[in-house]
């Protein structure tokens, strides 16, 4: 029969250093239920220290009674099945309610058989607290995405719609499910594709947190409309891209507004400038901003001489 293998004192006592040092709570419970070793971490995790738990059965720990059974049903489930068990709960603390993950494993001597079981505790109260905060923080996102009066798409870093909101479905008629899957460059006016792609490359490539540019879009029964984009680059924590927002504010009444302005000064302009009558447009100040070319026939002056000259001052040259 071989001959015992004798303890290592440098590993006991590095192992035992550990124990001490760690931030998770340990401790040991033999098979009578009562705790062999608790470390010191037990009491900012627990709020009880060593000298509280160790030689302890489980039932006289000062702690509230339906936590005791459960802690004791769960070391009798290992030392019956053998099998290491994690479960997550949240009990009082030193410092109020906290959440732990909390993992038992059987321990076992030379001949197999469990003696007893190892405890180990985990506080996830911060990590735990940070996740209910994205959480909430994405249902607030969620409901101001999809309740905004202004058209908003999520695009992935492939251009690809990923999400849009009722009103970029109403200003773009599509339905979610039509819009989810195309590329920006899908709903683009052909003459605006470049300059989208410009704005995609500011964004993609070059790292720009946002960008803004009007532009025209094609709706799904091919009407052309006007919207004046806005798009945010949204990163995680770790500066990771996580998609852009693109906000899409409809103008296309204001761009035919402005369109049916324009040609009406053209054709004004047009008129005056041909007619045979000697006409003048002079704002408040009496200064002249247009003026017909029979200017030349009556007063003898080239209509730009006149051009942004007060016409109080007229007098023929001749």
């Not at 006991?12 to 971490?41: C, F």
């Not at 249902?139 to 101001?144: D, G, H, I, L, N």
């Not at 709903?187 to 790292?207: C, K, M, W, Y």
């Not at 009496?286 to 109080?312: C, H, K, M, N, W």
Request: aromatic fraction near 4%; glycine fraction near 6%; proline fraction near 5%.
């Amino acid at each position: 029969m071989a001959a015992p293998v004798a303890a290592d004192p440098q590993r006991s006592q590095t192992l035992e250093t550990l124990l001490q040092n760690l931030p998770d709570a340990v401790v040991r419970v033999g098979k009578d239920y009562r705790h062999i070793i608790a470390n010191p971490a037990c009491e900012s995790v627990l709020g009880l220290p060593p000298a509280e738990i160790i030689g302890k059965g489980m039932q006289e720990l000062p702690v509230p009674p339906q936590l005791r059974k459960s802690w004791a049903a769960r070391v009798k489930e290992v030392l019956e099945s053998g099998k290491t068990l994690d479960v997550e709960d949240t009990f009082e603390g030193p410092v109020g309610p906290r959440s732990h993950e909390t993992r038992l494993l059987p321990e076992r001597d030379e001949r197999g058989e469990i003696v007893s079981v190892l405890i180990v505790i985990h506080d996830v109260s911060e990590r735990k607290r940070a996740e209910r905060s994205l959480k909430e923080s994405e249902e607030r996102f969620r409901v101001t995405f999809e309740e905004a009066p202004i058209a908003m798409l999520l695009i992935d870093n492939g251009a690809q719609i990923s999400a849009g909101n009722a009103a970029a479905c109403a200003l773009l008629g599509y339905t979610e499910k039509e819009l989810v899957g195309k590329t920006i460059y899908e709903i683009t006016h052909p003459g605006d594709v470049d300059l989208t792609r410009n704005v995609s490359a500011r964004i993609f490539e070059q790292g720009e947190p946002n960008a803004a540019v009007e532009k025209r879009y094609l709706r799904k029964d091919g009407e052309v409309v006007w919207g004046r984009l806005s798009v945010s680059s949204v990163r995680d924590s770790e500066r990771r891209f996580v998609h852009d927002v693109a906000q899409i504010v409809d103008i296309t009444s204001l761009r035919q507004a402005e369109q049916a302005l324009h040609e009406r000064e053209e054709l004004q302009q047009l008129v005056i400038e041909h007619a045979n009558d000697l006409i003048a447009v002079v704002s408040l100040d009496f200064t002249i901003r247009l003026v017909s070319q029979s200017v030349r026939d009556g007063l003898g002056f080239e209509p730009e001489q006149l051009v942004d000259t007060a016409s109080r001052s007229w007098s023929s040259p001749r």
